[in-house]
């Protein structure tokens, strides 16, 4: 429900053009200084994922953008990629997050101390230090001091004026969205940016501040999006990211087995072994980085964090004991 609900939803901010609008007005609100701009990208990215996107969404919405403007302002493109993928990284573990939901609710199952807030914290501070480190290591200090010419966009009348002359001169009309924009081109705040934007802000608050489920919560706000603007969200639909939701729960019902089986147990029984729990926990990392690098992080995550958590609940009996 949660990878159906906020997909649903962001790929609805993607196609009106909100996520474009967005990026735009934050780095022309930086003005014009060049070394700020990957961070603009990292901040946004940020956000999108602590709102509740998942981590390949959001990348594959703010990439191409953040590569436009990398060409614009001679960044290195590596270095803004970088800063993308840390960014959304950084906001991934945020309690209405997908990784955050996975983490902390095998970790409440399992009847151990729930922190979401520092779990959040501490992944956001990790992935700032390293793009930090990432920035001057791939050209950031050039950029220091550099000034480029932010344009001003156009209004929403002009933007509408001119897609009118296109269309009775038989080009092509220009678009309000990701497609269209370029990074001198901010697109207009309409009705249906303005809405889109209400969504994602009543998402996280709803989400933070009630005990409620956030993909239906999501998926409630991506419904009502589509019978104010049906045409943005016709196309919206097809974005969805339905196979990570087969995969998912594929993943889901297979850990269920292997638990019902035994296998689970058997396997933090193993990892138990290891006196220390923490380095139990690395060794469960590496496996889940290596592995996460041929399949779906999202789906890793949720069959390896049960063994830990299952460890360390062991290993904490055996100390009061």
Known sequence: MILVGVTFLFAIASNNGTVDWLIHASVRAVGGRTAAIPWVFFL???????????????????????????????????????????????????????????????????????????????SFVVNLLLSVVVFFLFGGRKLLGQRAEVGGGESGERFERRQREQAEGGGPAPVAGSEAATANEVPPLDRDKILTLIGIVSLIVVALLFDVDVGFVALSIAGVLSLIAPGASKAAVGKVAWPTVLLICGIVMYVGLLEELGTIDWLGDQVATISAVLIAALLILYVGGVVSAFASTTGILGALTRSPCRSWRRARSARSA
Do not use: H
Not at 52 to 70: E, Q, Y
Not at 86 to 99: D, E, H, L, Q
Not at 110 to 116: G, K, M, S, T, Y
């Open 44 to 122: 946004v990215t940020a956000i999108l994922t602590a709102s509740g996107a998942v981590v390949p969404g959001a990348v594959a919405i703010v990439a191409p953008i953040g590569i436009g403007f990398a060409l614009q302002y001679r960044i290195n493109p590596l270095l803004m990629g970088l800063m993308i993928i840390n960014g959304a990284t950084a906001g991934g573990f945020s309690p209405i997050s997908v990784f955050g939901s996975i983490v902390n609710g095998v970790v409440e199952r399992n009847d151990l101390a729930e922190n979401a807030f520092l779990l959040f914290v501490s």
